[in-house]
């Protein structure tokens, strides 16, 4: 919080937002960027309603941190491979005090996959009083000053006996003496490298250690937005750690290896990432997968770079350094032709009317339209027009000037626009109910360009009121009866129907929201299901062949 020169300021800065564009005189008008070294001020009520803060967070605990230079290392472990039972040697170095002066000890905690510790083991100069008596035993009385580096390599002695085959972390930590002689409870030292082992069968192996060079880890599986699909794009995100002490800008590059280990997708995030030292950074990248690509799982290969032109490449160690990641690419559903298909009315400058409703005794002027887009991966070329089907008779008649051949694609949606519309020469009669058709032609044959699941649009007229809507007709009063040709039956919580070129089934609630809908799998049964529906009047609505039918259900 900042509250001005000599406090005269009344202002809250958040912690969310420590890049001023701008600044005053005193600065210049310079702008500034406060996130480094950030100073936190924790607090909450003390009422008893919140958990109280976490101790190691506390000006009063231990905070003791490692810095850019810091490192812990396991000694007796040749080629990274160890025996369980064998003493090892974990020395740790270049640790910081950044609280108040602290007397005690430094050690390394064993926590399994679960975050249970499992075993502690502190310095030998434990008995002692610390490495702190050691070190600081004569002037300082054993403290360690704030801001006080501690160079020289402290020793932590452990065996790893008795635990089960997996994955442990050994992480440092600290322990302050209190003044009666006794401990406190360990913390966690700040920014802290750490070791992971693997324990099998009596055997240990090193699968994550800090390094002073530039190396990386992949940390999981990539996690992903939604399934990766041929055609498709998916959002991908990749957790990587930095294993040295010094924060890293760099660039993630991806590539996808088939089994025979050639690259199939090679794609690269152009923004660069900061990755502090010994710490985790979650890198999102689009994947845009080809249509050609074949289903199956595919491997990862990362590489970071420290510039765009990629002169200087960073390794990247795989999962717990020897799992490879993997991508399944399923195959693409079948998407519908048409994305959107929105029908709309159109004012005298072209702009959509939003209500959806026009007067035409206020409007002198007005257009039916609709916006067609296909569907990622698909195109349209052909002839689109548009027809109105009278519910109750359905007599079909045409809106005049939607009539045109045209090309649409995915990148852009395509507007097409009636003739002038007017109250004198609309063909649509007062009361009635109008199914709007969106017609194209596909090997040359005539057919609704619509997605079949998507709710249809229908024009009402009442008047001098023309209202557009999706959904069913709401007016009961309006709904034909079934077609002969099909037969309905309702068995326990099911509904029935049989018929020739059956498409779909859908039911809904008088005020036109779908309660639930099926297709058809043969063309000539379908069966929807009635659990969830509340009681009362419903609409059916069956399609087949070209046509749509309505039926009321009690």
């Given amino acids: 919080m900042n509250f001005g020169w000599d406090g005269q300021g009344d202002a809250y800065y958040s912690l969310t937002n420590l890049s001023l564009s701008q600044t005053g005189s005193e600065f210049q008008g310079k702008p500034l960027a406060f996130n480094r070294a950030i100073m936190a001020i924790l607090a909450h009520p003390n009422n008893g309603k919140y958990p109280a803060i976490e101790r190691g967070l506390l ?11 810091g490192a812990v290392l396991l000694k007796d472990a040749e080629d990274k491979s160890f025996l369980a039972s064998q003493s090892l040697t ?24 679960e975050g249970t510790c499992r075993q502690v083991a502190y310095t030998d100069d434990h008995a002692i009083g610390g490495f702190t008596q050691r070190l600081y035993g004569g002037s300082d009385a054993g403290f360690m000053g704030s801001d006080y580096l501690v160079n020289q390599v402290q020793s932590v002695k452990m065996k790893l006996t008795g635990l089960e085959n997996g994955y442990y972390r050994l992480v440092p930590v600290c322990v302050a ?12 030292m700040k920014k802290a490298p750490i070791i992971e082992v693997e324990l099998s069968d009596g055997r240990g192996r090193i699968s994550e250690i800090c390094s002073t060079d530039v190396v990386f880890q992949l940390m999981s599986q990539p996690r992903l937005s939604g399934q990766a699909e041929q055609g498709g794009k998916v959002l991908t995100f990749f957790t990587l750690k930095n294993l040295n002490g010094v924060p890293r800008e760099c660039y993630l590059r991806v590539r996808l290896l088939d089994d025979r280990k050639a690259v199939v997708l090679d794609t690269r995030v152009d923004e660069l990432t900061e990755i502090e030292g010994f710490t985790e950074a979650e890198i999102p990248i689009v994947l845009s997968l080809p249509s050609s690509m074949t289903p199956g799982r595919y491997e990862v290969q990362l590489s970071l770079s420290a510039d765009a032109e990629e002169t200087v490449v960073y390794p990247v160690n795989l999962i717990h350094d020897k799992d490879a990641a993997y991508i399944e690419v399923l195959k693409a559903q079948e998407k519908p032709l048409m994305d959107q298909v929105e029908v709309f009315f159109a004012d005298d400058s072209h702009e959509k009317i939003e209500s959806g409703s026009v007067d035409v005794s206020k409007i002198s002027l007005f257009k039916m339209a609709v916006l067609l887009r296909t569907s990622e991966g698909r195109n349209y070329e052909g002839n689109v027009s548009m027809f109105c089907e009278d519910m109750m008779t359905h007599e079909k008649t045409q809106v005049k000037g939607i009539d045109d051949r045209v090309s649409i694609s995915s990148s852009m949606s395509v507007p097409l626009f009636s003739y002038w519309l007017r109250k004198g020469d609309l063909s649509w009669e007062d009361g009635h109910t109008y199914r709007v058709m969106v017609m194209g032609e596909i090997d040359g044959q005539q057919v609704e360009l619509a997605d079949p699941q998507s709710a249809t649009y229908y024009l009402h007229r009442k008047g001098d009121i023309l209202t557009l809507s999706q959904g069913t007709p709401t007016s009961i009063g309006t709904v034909a009866i079934i077609a002969p040709s099909f037969t309905i039956k309702r068995e326990g919580g099911r509904i029935i129907v049989s018929g020739t070129e059956l498409k779909s089934l859908r039911l809904y609630d008088v005020a036109g929201r779908l309660l639930q809908q099926t297709t058809s799998a043969d063309g000539k049964h379908a069966v929807l299901t009635l659990q969830g529906s509340a009681p009362g009047i419903s609409v059916l609505r069956i399609d087949a062949g070209r046509q749509c039918f309505t039926y009321r259900l009690l």
């Fill in 177 to 188: 003496q209190r003044e009666d002689g006794s401990w406190d409870e360990f913390f966690a």
């Fill in 59 to 69: 000006e009063s605990s231990p905070q003791l941190m490692f810095n850019e230079g």
């Fill in 90 to 113: 974990i020395e740790m170095n270049s640790f910081v005090n950044k609280g108040k002066p602290f007397k005690g000890d430094v050690g390394i905690a064993v926590y399994d996959a």
